[in-house]
């Protein structure tokens, strides 16, 4: 298949265009500077720039294109930036592949587990795809950025939202900061830890992902492992798995004041499971935390 990627550079990106490859895929990246190889299609988003002849031919197209949240305070100037650089990219996409004479076939439209937010917390409650979404700021940007693809829908590309859980990988992503504090022992529960937190392995993301573009699914799924965690169980396994204690709570109020406002999503529990992943047949490498820590820890061969 000839596949188009948006966001390449991320983490979840980089290992997706090494996968796909390693697939035979034909993979093209969208770059906003100017093209350094022949697999690199220059776009810009912020002006609307996207010649429709490099989508010409595709046969699926990946969005994953997004600033991180993770890394930085959601001050109203961020937050902007936030929205900004997931809708301006959404809907330029979305309207190319709509006005194609021969558009893809699919459209993998990144999305995110905070949809399901609230302020008021929904503690141990199963979510899955039909729940309605909540009310936090994430929950706002989800609807948002999700209704940007509807041209592409409305012109009959099948279209499915990678509602994402915390990403695990060994280096980067969501246990960059974490990972050596349990590592040095001194690692523990944010909060509570009684907040589940939704999670899936770098491996099961991309997998699932390449999975998805053959499997007939469309509209929102949940990408998480099957097996949500609550925060202390996963942080308890991460220590199990380096042999180190995990017994050093971090206290609520020192993450809001460490993080603002993003300690919602930190300190809330979401406990959403795989349902239309599961359904579409596919197999997790690593469903349960246990294993998932074991590799995320795993030292590489020297």
């Given at each position: ?256 004041l460490a993080i603002g406002e993003f300690s919602q999503e930190v300190l809330g529990s979401v406990r959403a499971v795989p349902r239309a992943l599961s359904a579409s047949g596919f197999t997790w490498t690593h469903p349960g935390i246990a294993d998932a820590a074991r590799w995320v820890t795993a030292?590489?061969?020297?």
């Open positions: 298949m000839r596949v188009v990627i948006a966001g390449s550079s991320g983490l979840v990106g980089t290992a997706l265009v090494t996968f796909l490859s390693a697939q035979g895929h034909d993979v093209r990246r969208l770059v906003r500077r100017a093209p350094a190889s022949p697999d690199e299609i220059r776009w810009d988003p912020d002006t609307g720039r996207l010649d429709p002849s490099d989508l010409e031919g595709a046969d699926a197209v990946v969005n994953l294109a997004g600033a991180g949240v993770g890394d930085h305070r959601l001050t109203a100037t961020y937050k902007r930036v936030v929205i900004d650089s997931r809708t301006r990219t959404t809907t330029l996409l979305a309207q190319t592949i709509a006005g194609l004479a021969t558009p893809p076939e699919v459209l993998l439209q990144a999305s995110g587990i905070g949809a399901y937010g609230l302020l008021a917390g929904r503690g141990d409650e199963v979510l899955d795809e039909s729940t309605a979404l909540g009310d936090t700021f994430f929950a706002g940007v989800v609807r948002t950025w999700e209704g940007c693809a509807a041209p592409a829908e409305d012109a009959g590309v099948r279209v499915a939202y990678l509602r994402s859980g915390i990403v695990l990988a060994p280096r980067g992503g969501a246990l960059g900061r974490l990972l050596p504090l349990v590592r040095a022992g001194v690692g523990g529960p944010l909060g509570s830890g009684r907040q589940y937190w939704s999670w899936i392995t770098l491996t099961d993301e991309v997998a699932a992902i390449a999975h998805l573009l053959t499997a007939p699914v469309a509209g929102p799924v949940n990408f998480t492992s099957p097996e949500p965690a609550t925060n202390a169980d996963l942080t308890a396994a991460l220590a199990r798995a380096v042999h180190r204690p995990a017994v050093i709570k971090v206290p609520a109020f020192a993450v809001r030292r590489p061969p020297q």
